[in-house]
């Protein structure tokens, strides 16, 4: 019965595999454009081979860069190449065969402030699987989305959410990483991220006392929400745990 009413009340779409299902309501457009420096971007061109140079100086000439000098420039720390190979393989349809490379060269232009590239990592992501990721790759995504997150960047935040969690991509969440979390939902104010995580405890088929009052205590949070759609939803999901 709860999960038909979730289905009815929440709207989810069908799940990505080895990931939660997205609440439907999306984030204020401001706190999804907060921006935050992790990596400065490299100035300089010390250390570049003569053709990296080169390459670097075609780029800022909007002229024509090979693959695999853009994929060294943004390993020597350059975010305007991350950004460029993303955009290529996006555009060139690649991206559909390699979320990986998207997700990571997607975290090195974000982590040096390129915020506008941040759905698109997130996007990857979503299609990785946690099982082969290299664990390289998974630090980078931790390093990049958590600034963010505690920024109060509200699209970062929900990653950190949809991405913690058993058998999910950055594993299983952890009591100080929740508490973070719940910290800056309750800065950020509009309640989301308090309702998504009382949804995934009350999707489970078994909860505990303890997860019982943890997910009342999240809607009772939850139903202080400006926002209504949020509001009301965690006030009926109140009402359906008290008739159960």
Not at 20 to 33: E, H, K, V, W, Y
Not at 58 to 84: K, T
Not at 136 to 163: C, H, S, T
Request: proline share 5%; net charge positive; with cysteine.
């Amino acid at each position: 019965m709860l999960r038909l009413f979730l289905c009815l009340c929440i709207n989810f779409s069908t799940p990505v595999v080895a990931q939660n299902m997205p609440l439907p309501f999306t984030s204020d457009i401001g706190t999804a454009r907060i921006s935050v420096t992790v990596t400065p971007d490299r100035r300089s061109m010390r250390g570049l081979s003569p053709s990296l140079k080169a390459a670097r100086q075609q780029m800022h000439a909007h002229q024509p860069v090979s693959d695999a000098n853009l994929i060294e420039l943004s390993e020597a720390g350059y975010g305007l190449a991350a950004q460029i190979y993303v955009r290529r393989l996006i555009s060139t349809g690649a991206a559909a065969h390699a979320p990986s490379d998207v997700a990571y060269y997607s975290a090195i232009a974000v982590g040096t402030g390129r915020v506008w590239t941040l759905p698109d990592m997130i996007k990857a992501m979503m299609r990785l699987d946690p099982t082969s990721e290299p664990r390289a790759r998974l630090r980078k995504y931790i390093q990049v989305l958590y600034p963010y997150a505690w920024a109060g960047n509200a699209l970062a935040l929900d990653a950190v959410v949809e991405f913690n969690g058993e058998g999910r991509l950055f594993g299983e969440l952890s009591d100080s990483t929740r508490d973070k979390i719940l910290e800056q939902s309750q800065r950020n104010g509009d309640g989301r991220v308090e309702l998504r995580l009382a949804v995934a405890l009350l999707e489970q088929a078994y909860l505990t006392k303890e997860q019982q009052n943890r997910a009342r205590v999240l809607l009772q949070s939850a139903q202080t929400s400006s926002h209504l759609g949020i509001r009301t939803s965690a006030q009926n999901l109140l009402v359906l745990m008290d008739k159960t």
